[in-house]
Structures are given as C-alpha cells and as structure tokens.
C-alpha cells in the first residue's frame, strides 16, 4: 500500500518554472515505480515522466524533454517533478501515481494515486 501526496502547483507565466513534489509513505518503496500524469479539462490523462525508486531510471514524454527533470529524494521519500519554460499547453492537473517494479507509460498500469495538484501557464 503506498500514499501519495502532491503538492507545488500554481499559476505561472509561459516560460517560467514550477516543482512538483510528490510525498509518498508505505512499505516497501523501493519497490516501486512513481510517475507524474497530467489531464487537461476535455483530454485523458497523459503520461509525463517517471523514475523507479531504486535504480533511478527515468522515462519522459517527447513534449517535455529537456524541460521537466523527474528525481527522487530518499531520506524525504519524496519525487520530484521540475518543470522549467513552462507553456500555455502544459496547463493540467498533475497526478503523482506509483506502481510496483517497472515504468509503465499507461495510467491503467498504475494502482496508487494522489489527489492531483493544478498548474495553470498563462500565455
């Protein structure tokens, strides 16, 4: 069982940067994969990026390569997400997910998720 818990989202102007934060607790971490999903009113939700606990792998969506950095930090059990030059189209909820072992790019392949936190890039 795994909790999440995001927090970091705002209101930016295009260009700018934010950090996401994704706070997780529950047994057995490093067993698992923790990724960042955004949704837009309208779209369904996308994968953005993500990092297995232990190994420190990352897998990022082509639209934010280059902008937004996944980490993980371990003695605050804490994910990461920094996005810089923000765009109006980056504008969504973003959702902190985890999953047991590998990355997977697919929302259904995630069992654990936070409440969502909103960024808003205005143009």
């Known amino acids: 069982q795994v909790q999440l818990v995001e927090s970091g989202g705002g209101l930016v102007q295009a260009g700018g940067s934010l950090r996401l934060s994704c706070a997780a607790s529950?047994?057995?971490?490093?067993?698992?994969?923790l990724g960042w999903f955004r949704q837009a009113p309208g779209k369904e939700r996308e994968f953005v990026a993500a990092i297995t606990w232990s190994t420190g792998s990352t897998n990022y969506t082509d639209s934010v390569k280059g902008r937004f950095t996944i980490s993980r930090d371990y003695a605050k059990n804490t994910v990461y997400l920094q996005m810089n030059s923000l765009k109006p189209e980056d504008t969504a909820v973003y959702y902190c997910a985890a999953r047991g072992l590998s990355i997977r790019i697919s929302a259904a392949m995630y069992g654990y998720w936070g409440q969502g936190t909103q960024v808003t890039v205005s143009s």
């Open positions: 529950g047994r057995n971490l490093g067993l698992y994969a």
